[in-house]
């Protein structure tokens, strides 16, 4: 059974400041990772790929991934009030046909 | 930008009905999923779809699911007799192909009376 773990949270982090959400896969053969966002009662909206080891930045967000500690990562740097969601990380099989999502991580920003 | 559509938005049935959700993916993809979320869970893959054939499906997608793609531009998902643990949030995604990136629609919520 392949697993993907989040924290649930709530995760609260104050206007402006970096809020850090991480995640766990079970599944050593993985090769592509994804970080998607969802607003509640919304379907998940897809903010970042990441497919090899390191850094990924796209504006204020960035991936990190680590296939040796099986650890997917994303930064919110200068984090708002409309990034509070939760945000689901998800990986995927190595036919790259079926996803598989770990439970989110529901963000708070504090204004 | 493109977007994936799906219809209805809501859709409420009796136990033991037939109901069909129907999505229209992105226009030049060729790969297409369909997820469930129950209330509060995770999302959870049901099925993917490429080249007309069934490419992978979980233990959910049991012989009361199918799938359909019957024209060039709509893919179907059909619940033959639903059962009240059927009620979730049903999201068809799409993928170009190039990379494994899956884009989702808004989702149809199903209930289950």
């Known amino acids: 059974q392949k697993e993907v773990e989040q924290n649930s949270g709530p995760l609260s982090v104050p206007e402006g400041a970096i809020a850090s959400l991480n995640c766990t896969y079970s599944?050593?053969?993985?090769?592509?990772f994804f970080w998607y966002r969802q607003y509640s009662g919304k379907s998940p909206e897809l903010i970042m790929s990441?497919?090899?080891?390191g850094d990924k930045e796209d504006g204020r967000f960035t991936a990190q991934l680590n296939k040796a500690s099986q650890y997917v990562s994303l930064l919110i740097r200068d984090s708002q009030p409309s990034d509070s969601a939760t945000y689901l990380c998800?990986?995927?099989?190595?036919?790259?046909?079926?996803?598989?999502f770990g439970g989110g991580t529901r963000l708070m920003v504090k204004p | 930008e493109p977007e994936v559509t799906q219809t209805p938005s809501h859709q409420v049935t009796q136990m033991g009905q037939e109901v069909i959700l129907r999505c229209v993916p992105i226009?030049?993809?060729?790969?297409f999923y369909w997820y469930r979320q129950i209330l509060g869970q995770k999302v959870e893959f049901l099925v993917s779809?490429?080249?007309?054939?069934?490419?992978?499906k979980s233990e959910i997608f049991d012989d009361q699911f199918s799938v359909e793609r019957p024209d060039g531009s709509n893919f179907t998902l059909k619940i033959r007799s639903t059962k009240l643990e059927d009620s979730a949030m049903y999201f068809c995604?799409?993928?170009?192909?190039?990379?494994?990136?899956?884009?989702f629609g808004p989702g149809t919520r199903l209930t289950v009376l």
């Open positions: 998800a990986v995927a099989n190595n036919a790259g046909n079926m996803l598989t």
């Open positions: 599944d050593r053969g993985s090769q592509s």
């Open positions: 990441i497919y090899s080891n």
């Open positions: 226009s030049n993809h060729l790969y």
């Open positions: 779809f490429y080249n007309n054939e069934i490419s992978e």
């Open positions: 995604a799409s993928n170009s192909g190039e990379y494994n990136e899956q884009f």
